[in-house]
């Protein structure tokens, strides 16, 4: 029942931009905190931003400080991650993860997308 939809991924050449949706239904959106991961080819999912609840407090990595920013619309279930000057080592599969209490673990999170491909050209 429970669905989180990526979308927004694709290519990019270095120092452009794009912005990444995720969809949620079937959970009541505005209880949980919602995040972003990233993970490229013979690596670790590691935590790009999260988000709480109504949106007050978020946490970057520090790879993308000052060039990702993540938002969320609770009246419309969705939450997105703005990529801004995109990077080579910005390519990866980005996933949109859910949990009751926001953390940068991923095993913490208990709802997961599918992920969306994002491939940054030098």
Excluded at 91 to 108: D, F, I, K, M
């Amino acid at each position: 029942q429970v669905q989180l939809v990526e979308s927004g991924g694709g290519l990019v050449q270095a120092g452009g931009s794009l912005r990444a949706s995720c969809a949620a239904s079937g959970l009541p959106f505005s209880s949980y905190a919602m995040a972003w991961f990233r993970q490229a080819p013979g690596k670790e999912r590691d935590i790009v931003a999260l988000i709480t609840t109504r949106g007050t407090t978020t946490y970057y990595a520090d790879s993308v400080k000052g060039r990702f920013t993540i938002s969320r619309d609770n009246a419309k279930n969705t939450v997105y991650l703005q990529m801004n000057s995109l990077k080579p080592e910005d390519t990866a599969v980005y996933y949109c993860a859910a949990a009751r209490t926001g953390s940068t673990t991923a095993r913490t999170y208990e709802h997961w997308g599918q992920g969306t491909q994002v491939t940054v050209s030098s």
